[in-house]
């Protein structure tokens, strides 16, 4: 960006150097301060600068409109650093393009020689202004993402939002603030976002060497089968070329057919228990059953092509940036793609399982809320669409069929809720705006909500529930809900959080259960969940795993951050 326009030696007679950054000669006297009508107009001036205008008012206002990067005339070293961060801004996924200002360097290159005091003074003005309106453009890049994910099409990311406060971490950078956040080194707020940052480095090396081949279409490999693929599988897997067996030194030359012609062929080679575990790992890092067998899904991942793979990995960075600047030290967080929920306590994974979440029609909702209630054996309150599209017509020729369904309409609510005859309901005309009641199944054990929920009240009636159908929860691919997410271990998930109420053993639990009684059980605490969206995450050595987008939010953002 400017490091070798405004580089030197550094050896001039009375100057100094901050970072890399060559000062001007030294000068004395009072230093130059600003004002809010400067700010504004420089911030507005610049196309780059002016959706900043408003971190760079705060800033000065803060600092009484002293300058910031600037000590006795003076550059600051954080100056060259920040440069530097930005000049690798690749790193992270961004454009550094984004954040360069083609006048810097001229400026910088009149600083170190200026003599006069009055340009002196102008120039470090602008230069300030200049580098404050810099970092605010790649902080907000960094710290709060560049898209916005509530405009993001498809994509109604409700998560509560990364609240930094830009003007106190450039303070921070400045040493002139204190924090507990990494911004005076310009670190990432997450370890998840520097793993995924290793993974995205690891990527493009493998893209620099060469990238990965594609498997043939028509691959179907089992373990210990001879197979020509089987080089391009270890190539693509453990990033060596193919490996053809060397000939035994005691096996016939070869005898060339009549026509002299030569096979075309490769030769076959066999498929290793080496190459088989690697093939398991990479199942397992994409969800899927870990057969060893190259077919199917497991062949459709393996070619997904090494660019994709990498733009999932930036995109996923920039979610990363959306979260909030830290997690609540007990919280539940559910992974959409992944099919898993974990529960963390003291920032440590304390309970994970699997989960079953909404088809694509119905879209369990990315949103961040607090869970109040663990309730047993809940009642299931049917949807008036279902009533409509699925029972309407069997109500009308038998109102009393709802006993088969075991099955119940009540009027009100809660412990004041009383049943009504259904043969007392025009069910042929009524409609979702005039239905006063309430249509639910009863607790058991065929109740469409199985033996437990845990609900955190929202506007888009979202919950977690135990589910009947514990068969789909060995399906690879499990979207199969109406948003509401289906827990693999209820009771198991149920006993932990209410771990610290002496009123409520595994046994009570049970016990509540079997007696089909609808309870509800107010945590003491309210506990955090995040409902997210993250295709792509990796562990601390940058190993990455990948997950299917099965809702186009990959795609909707990648419009909206590539173009």
């Not at 699925?390 to 049943?419: F, Q, S, W």
Request: proline letters at 7%; aromatic letters at 10%.
């Amino acid at each position: 960006m400017l490091l070798s326009s405004c580089g030197g030696s550094g050896d001039q007679t009375g100057t100094g150097t901050a970072g890399g950054i060559n000062q001007s000669t030294a000068q004395t006297g009072p230093a130059p301060r600003l004002d809010s009508v400067y700010i504004i107009r420089a911030m507005q001036a610049n196309a780059r600068f002016k959706t900043q205008e408003r971190w760079a008012r705060k800033f000065y206002r803060e600092r009484q409109f002293r300058l910031g990067w600037f000590k006795e005339h003076q550059l600051v070293p954080q100056a060259q650093t920040m440069l530097t961060v930005i000049a690798k801004a690749k790193d992270d996924g961004l454009d550094p393009k984004r954040y360069q200002d083609s006048n810097l360097p001229k400026l910088l290159t009149e600083f170190k020689t200026v003599q006069d005091t009055a340009r002196r003074n102008a120039l470090e003005r602008q230069i300030d202004v200049t580098l404050s309106g810099t970092y605010f453009s790649w902080a907000s890049d960094y710290y709060r993402g560049v898209a916005n994910p509530r405009d993001t099409k498809n994509e109604a990311w409700k998560v509560k939002r990364n609240k930094i406060k830009l003007d106190h971490a450039l303070m921070t950078i400045l040493r002139e603030r204190e924090s507990t956040y990494p911004y005076y080194d310009f670190a990432p707020l997450h370890p998840e976002y520097e793993h995924l940052k290793k993974a995205l480095a690891l990527l493009r090396a493998r893209q620099q060497a060469g990238g990965w081949p594609i498997l043939p279409a028509t691959t179907n490999l089992r373990p210990g089968q001879a197979s020509p693929v089987v080089g391009l599988l270890r190539q693509r897997l453990l990033g060596t070329d193919a490996a053809v067996p060397a000939a035994s030194p005691t096996a016939p030359a070869q005898v060339l057919p009549v026509n002299n012609t030569v096979p075309a062929a490769p030769a076959a080679e066999a498929y290793s228990p080496e190459l088989v575990n690697a093939v398991k790992g990479f199942q397992r890092d994409a969800g899927l059953p870990p057969t060893g067998i190259v077919n199917g899904e497991t062949l459709r991942q393996l070619n997904v092509p090494l660019t994709a793979r990498i733009n999932q990995v930036i995109l996923n960075m920039e979610r990363w940036r959306w979260l909030p600047k830290k997690f609540e030290p007990d919280y539940l967080l559910v992974n959409i793609p992944e099919y898993r929920l974990h529960v963390y306590e003291q920032g440590k994974e304390a309970l994970t399982m699997r989960v079953i979440v909404g088809k694509t029609l119905t879209a369990t909702p990315v949103f961040s809320d607090k869970m109040e209630y663990v309730v047993l054996s809940p009642y299931w309150n049917v949807p008036f669409s279902i009533i409509e599209n699925e029972l309407r017509a069997k109500l009308i020729a038998n109102p009393h069929y709802l006993d088969r369904l075991d099955m119940e309409v009540v009027k009100g609510y809660g412990r004041k809720a009383t049943v009504i005859d259904p043969t007392t309901i025009d069910w042929a005309t009524i409609t979702q705006n005039d239905f006063k009641y309430t249509l639910r199944r009863r607790p058991g054990p065929q109740n469409d909500l199985g033996e437990v929920k845990f609900l955190f009240p929202n506007s888009q009636d979202i919950y977690l529930h135990d589910t009947p159908h514990d068969e789909l929860f060995s399906q690879t691919a499990r979207n199969f809900s109406h948003g509401c997410v289906r827990v693999e271990e209820p009771v198991k998930l149920a006993t932990y959080l209410l771990r610290k109420d002496p009123n409520w053993s595994l046994e009570a639990i049970q016990d509540t259960i079997a007696q089909r009684r609808e309870k509800y059980i107010t945590l003491k605490e309210k506990l955090p969940v995040y409902l997210v969206y993250l295709t792509a995450w990796a562990d601390a050595n940058g190993h990455a795993h990948f997950r299917n987008d099965i809702y186009g939010h990959d795609k909707a953002l990648a419009k909206e951050y590539f173009d």
